[in-house]
């Protein structure tokens, strides 16, 4: 049976106001009302958006958050794709964000429709906690990462879930996952990522790791 986070994200009129109104006041959350994620979510489209010529897969991109940040500074053959399983929030990517340089597939994050050493930067971004057996997708994010590419995740962390009255059973009820503190970072560690540094704020957590780059 579905969960109430997957329903929402299937459901056309939760696409349309997921962007910007319920992901932003979600996000802030995330800092226990501070303002840390926001701050980091800010340097994080900065440094999307940075000049270069590369490819970059959004895992879970609902309706194109980061779309139009992470293709902004795209050159030479650089091209942003973002996936995801919900043709609704497909739909609402293709109508909001569109360039010449971005695409959008729909395909399930546990069996990523491209091949290994694809891409030199893989995104899941506030995403991944809503996604059933999600640490299986981690492997794949991993194995489409080109060598010397990156992983990026932000996702939940138990680290202060206590601070939060009532967490876990909300969790439980929508189908939210709340990750240990070392659940990502050994995950990707196992599926050979290095450099895998952690930053966390309030419940929330941004991970970098990067693939071993094969060349001598």
């Not at 932003?24 to 303002?35: A, D, I, K, Q, V």
């Not at 489209?45 to 940040?69: E, I, K, Q, T």
């Not at 994050?109 to 050493?117: E, I, S, T």
Request: aromatic content about 8%; glycine content about 10%.
């Amino acid at each position: 049976m579905a969960t109430i986070a997957q329903r929402l994200m299937g459901n056309p009129v939760f696409s349309q106001v997921y962007e910007r109104a319920w992901r932003p006041l979600f996000t802030r959350g995330f800092s226990l009302g501070g303002t840390q994620t926001v701050d980091y979510d800010r340097a994080l489209r900065s440094y999307l958006a940075r000049d270069g010529d590369r490819f970059v897969l959004d895992v879970a991109c609902g309706p194109g958050n980061y779309s139009d940040d992470a293709a902004r500074g795209l050159r030479g053959d650089g091209r942003y794709i973002g996936v995801d399983f919900s043709s609704a929030m497909l739909a609402q990517a293709r109508r909001d964000h569109r360039g010449d340089r971005i695409s959008y597939v729909r395909g399930d994050a546990h069996a990523l429709p491209f091949a290994d050493d694809s891409f030199h930067t893989v995104l899941c971004l506030a995403a991944l906690y809503l996604i059933p057996d999600p640490l299986p997708v981690l492997d794949e994010m991993a194995r489409v990462t080109a060598p010397g590419g990156e992983v990026i995740v932000f996702t939940t962390v138990r680290a202060s879930i206590a601070a939060v009255p009532g967490a876990d059973l909300l969790a439980g009820v929508s189908g939210l996952r709340v990750f240990g503190r070392r659940e990502i970072l050994d995950r990707l560690d196992a599926a050979g990522m290095t450099h895998v540094e952690q930053t966390v704020t309030g419940i929330g957590q941004y991970v970098h790791a990067r693939k071993p780059d094969s060349r001598p």
